[in-house]
């Protein structure tokens, strides 16, 4: 009965004796302020286009240069083969340099 009561006081004081508003010991604080937050997920797989597209000209000619590389984005309008002009044309080459 006395150790009953001794707890009771000391749990009394201990309540009086904490200054208000402090962290008791099991809780945690944080100063609240702005900043960024920054996610980042790493997995492995393999990426999908979700479209295919299959292009073909209207004319057979040689391609002269290719401008972009196999996987690389391009952007609509933009320039992807070089072709030979003498056959677009119907030139023979030796009749273009004259």
Known sequence: M???????????????LLPAGSPSANQLTQVVSRG????????????EPKHYVEESAQVSD?????????????????????????????VAPEAADT
């Open 2 to 16: 006395l150790t009953g009561l001794f707890l009771l006081v000391l749990a009394i004081l201990w309540r009086l």
């Open 36 to 47: 960024e937050i920054e996610n980042s997920i790493s997995a492995a797989g393999t990426l």
């Open 62 to 90: 040689q391609v002269q240069k290719m401008l972009v590389e196999e996987g690389e984005e391009v952007t609509a309008g933009q320039l992807l083969v070089s072709i030979s002009l003498y056959h677009s044309l119907g």
